[in-house]
């Protein structure tokens, strides 16, 4: 089962960028598909943005056009480029790996986007 664990969280204002890593380890990483999710305080688990094994992308009609998903599967990594970023987009923000029935997630980073 792969390992991941995310990095690049922090504070944030008001139409700034971050960008987001999650580093895989345990498993063949150019297998799994990857995601994005992110959890605000009283809401549910959301799908941010989603990258297969053949690079295809999917993205929440939310974060379209600010939010760029893309994988190194030399460097075992999948990043987050956030843009314009929004107080709405203020979240825990989790990565997860996905295959056939076997599904991961980490630990989580923390997104403020505040002025």
């Known amino acids: 089962q792969v390992q991941l664990v995310e990095s690049g969280g922090g504070l944030v204002q008001p139409g700034g960028f971050l960008r987001l890593s999650c580093a895989a380890s345990?498993?063949?990483?150019?297998?799994?598909?990857m995601g994005w999710y992110r959890q605000a305080p009283g809401k549910q688990r959301e799908l941010v943005a989603s990258?297969?094994?053949?690079?295809?992308?999917n993205y929440a009609d939310s974060v379209k056009g600010r939010f760029s998903i893309s994988r190194d599967n030399a460097k075992n990594t999948v990043y987050l480029q956030m843009n314009s970023l929004k107080p709405e987009d203020t979240a825990v923000y989790y990565c997860n790996a996905k295959f056939l029935s076997a599904l991961s997630w980490g630990q989580g980073t923390q997104v403020t986007v505040s002025s």
């Open positions: 345990g498993s063949i990483f150019s297998i799994y598909t």
């Open positions: 990258i297969g094994r053949d690079s295809s992308t």
